[in-house]
């Protein structure tokens, strides 16, 4: 209901070509298609608009909006209230379909090297289990991660949807701590014109949706 609210929302502002700029921040843990199907859309329904998009960690969205860098940016928080809330996915523990480990040997992890909540996350949780863990591969890169996942060298930390082939959800089986959600929320300026801010927040809960 909210989506159809703000599509006919953007419809009734939108009688003239939309025109302006508009400054955008998208977490780099998306898939590359539900990445590139916001921008496929949001361009073709406005190619008048200028668009700049900054991908990468979102810790220092919000930060970016506030300051006058960034229009808008969906901000990724194990809490609520830092906006209007998009989307909350579950986190999970992820390893490659090949992988296997020996019983008595520690489980090698793989770890956003960010410095953020979602870098923390593994290591916060397996400690707090009495897990034996060690961290046996370390990137600043999304994509580095998800590669080192796939290619067996550890377990990591993924939600839901980046899980990708060649991985699988860790079983049961290996008894590993319940990870929190995720919770997606859209910060905007108030320095941005309204009706650019309606037109990628209804892109955005649009394409993103499940």
Same mark, same amino acid.
């Given at each position: 209901k909210t989506v159809l609210l703000d599509m006919r929302r953007a419809q009734s502002l939108f009688s003239q070509p939309l025109r302006g700029t508009l400054r955008v921040g998208i977490p780099d843990h998306y898939g590359d298609m539900i990445f590139?199907? @916001?921008?496929a859309e949001f361009r073709r329904n406005h190619p008048? @608009? #200028?668009? $700049? @998009?900054?991908?990468?960690?979102?810790?220092? $969205?919000? #930060?970016?909006?506030?300051?006058?860098?960034? #229009?808008?940016?969906?901000?990724?928080?194990?809490?609520?209230g830092l906006g209007d809330i998009l989307e909350t996915e579950q986190t999970v523990w992820v390893e490659g379909e090949d992988f296997d480990l020996a019983p008595e040997k520690p489980l090698p992890i793989a770890v956003l090297d960010?410095?953020?909540?979602? /870098?923390?996350?593994?290591?916060?949780?397996? /400690?707090n289990s009495g897990k034996d863990f060690n961290v046996t591969f370390r990137s600043e890169s999304f994509s580095n991660v998800r590669c080192a996942i796939r290619a067996g060298l550890a377990?990591?930390?993924?939600?839901?949807?980046?899980?990708?082939p060649g991985m699988r959800a860790s079983p049961k089986t290996r008894n590993l701590p319940r990870l929190p959600e995720m919770v997606r929320s859209l910060v905007t300026s108030s320095e941005c014109a309204p009706e650019l801010i309606t037109a990628i927040s209804t892109t955005l809960k649009k394409e993103l949706s499940p």
């Open positions: 590139e199907r @916001v921008l008048s @608009v #200028d668009l $700049f @998009v900054t991908s990468g960690c979102s810790g220092g $969205f919000s #930060d970016a909006v506030e300051a006058g860098h960034l #229009d808008i940016a969906i901000v990724s928080s194990a809490e609520s960010r410095g953020c909540w979602w /870098s923390n996350m593994p290591i916060t949780a397996l /400690s377990i990591g930390v993924l939600p839901v949807r980046a899980i990708q």
